[in-house]
């Protein structure tokens, strides 16, 4: 069964984090699990790894939303022609783009929730 650790542990393969930041990260990943985790079907394999994935990939697009509120924002640096650009935007769009991406792959596990009732 996939668990908190399993998450952190992917999550740590996207990021370089200390044993410290890790230990307060654990939390979220418990929760993004349990959010991937009710939207499964009864008879999925809890251990399948798109799960972990999926809830990485949540993590560590909350983990970009906090980086990007907590930096000081500098955009760019110039000194003399050399110019040095840093968005922090890019950050939460590539994590977006993951988060998108791994919950796309488990689509095929989820409930399906949906209904619609349409005149014919």
């Known amino acids: ?14 990021v370089d984090i200390d044993d410290t930041e890790a ?4 939390p979220l990943c418990v929760v993004n699990l349990h959010r991937v985790n009710s939207q499964l079907r009864e008879d999925v394999n809890p251990d399948d790894v ?3 994935q999926a809830a990485a990939a949540l993590t560590y ?15 760019s640096f110039k000194a003399g022609d050399i110019t040095v650009s840093k968005t922090t935007t890019s950050l ?29």
Request: net charge neutral; aromatic share 10%.
């Open 92 to 120: 939460t769009e590539n994590a977006e783009k993951m988060k998108k991406d791994a919950l796309l792959e488990i689509v095929p596990l989820m409930k399906d929730t949906n209904f619609v009732f349409l005149n014919v």
């Open 50 to 52: 798109r799960i972990a």
């Open 61 to 75: 697009y909350d983990y970009a939303v906090r980086l990007s509120f907590e930096t000081d924002n500098v955009t």
């Open 23 to 26: 230990e307060k990260l654990l």
């Open 1 to 14: 069964m996939t668990t908190g650790w399993n998450v952190l542990a992917r999550f740590r393969q996207l």
